[in-house]
């Protein structure tokens, strides 16, 4: 339930969010981006600002995130920057590092869409 209203947050946008952008988590940070990009306010560049001056999203990723494109190897701060909060986490840990299904709903098509990671790069995506 946690992680559903944090999505629920995060995906609705919190321009009004009282969290000092220093203060965010990373993870955090990259979905609010995600969520609220689109607007083009002066809080979206205030967050890129921050995702810039943490180093958390590479010159190469800003590309493929302006574009809203994903691809094999992306780091998951980029994933989220592009896709905002899941409204699910499905977590499997092995001896080889963990993996997590990362379940979205496309608010154009109403779709489900799911992006695979394992130990925080992107590794394959399902639309």
């Not at 609010?32 to 921050?50: F, L, Q």
Request: charged share 15%; proline share 3%; net charge positive.
């Amino acid at each position: 339930m946690r992680k559903l209203l944090l999505a629920f947050a995060v995906t609705v946008g919190l321009a009004g969010c009282a969290i000092p952008l220093p203060q965010m988590g990373a993870d955090f940070l990259c979905q609010h981006y995600g969520a609220n990009a689109a607007n083009k306010t002066d809080r979206v560049s205030s967050i890129r600002a921050e995702l810039n001056a943490r180093k958390l999203i590479s010159e190469k990723d800003w590309g493929f995130v302006d574009r809203q494109q994903l691809y094999v190897g992306m780091p998951t701060c980029a994933m989220f920057a592009i896709q905002g909060g899941p409204y699910s986490q499905n977590r499997t840990t092995t001896a080889a590092g963990t993996s997590i299904q990362h379940a979205f709903t496309n608010h154009r098509t109403l779709k489900r869409e799911y992006v695979y990671t394992t130990n925080g790069l992107v590794t394959a995506w399902q639309n």
